[in-house]
T-cell receptor, first 112, second 116 residues
């Protein structure tokens, strides 16, 4: 079946260090979305990537969509304690009108 | 606040009982989604509505699960004869429709279901 995988599952970094999470889909995607979920909270939309090879930046966050539209990454520069949470990628499948499949997430801990 | 609203926030029930959850989407969002999330996992797609029409349903959803959106506004998710494995957070999300794929989903705070 269609799967979206993410690595690593957990990441502990010292405040100020960089962080990257990688997302891979078993099938080609129409687009990919990234969400952040704080402990005890609900997923909050961060960004959507649509085009092959697309790169988008939001302050210290950089998002990339692979050329084959099967993988993506999120990179955070100089992490802060406010970055703590779980980051999910979610891929919209080409074979489905509006179904989005979430990856298992990468849980980020930032040590002050 | 005009965000997605879910009720109740928590539900504790005995195995075998039926439960019903409600979701009120953001006003004028005609697309509504239900997800289930267990600890350490991402949200798992359950079903999706466009207005009152249920357009897609996960094959993982057993016949004990049913969802409705009768007037195209709020939605309910019912689980019959609950089992231990149904314990999870049930999330609802909504987004505008008819404007392409560039509108994000907005999630509610979820209903946490615990089966005793």
């Amino acid at each position: 079946g269609q799967q979206v995988m993410q690595i690593p599952q957990y990441q502990h970094v010292q405040e100020g260090e960089d962080f990257t999470t990688y997302c891979n889909s078993s099938t080609t995607l129409s687009n990919i979305q990234w969400y952040k979920q704080r402990p005890g909270g609900h997923p909050v939309f961060l960004i959507q990537l649509v085009k092959s090879g697309e790169v988008k930046k939001q302050k210290r966050l950089t998002f990339q969509f692979g050329e084959a539209k099967k993988n993506s990454s999120l990179h955070i520069t100089a992490t802060q304690t406010t970055d703590v949470g779980t980051y999910f990628c979610a891929g919209r499948m080409k074979t489905s009108y509006d179904k989005v499949i979430f990856g298992p997430g990468t849980s980020l801990s930032v040590i002050p | 606040d005009t965000g997605v609203s879910q009720d109740p926030r928590h539900k504790i029930t005995k195995r075998g009982q039926n439960v019903t959850f409600r979701c009120d989407p953001i006003s004028e969002h005609n697309r509504l989604y239900w997800y289930r999330q267990t600890l350490g996992q991402g949200p798992e797609f359950l079903t999706y509505f466009q207005n009152e029409a249920q357009l897609e349903k996960s094959r993982l959803l057993s016949d004990r699960f049913s969802a409705e959106r009768p007037k195209g506004s709020f939605s309910t998710l019912e689980i019959q004869r609950t089992e231990q494995g149904d314990s999870a957070m049930y999330l609802c999300a909504s987004r505008p429709g008819g404007t392409g794929d560039d509108q994000p989903q907005h999630f509610g705070d979820g209903t946490r279901l615990s089966i005793l």
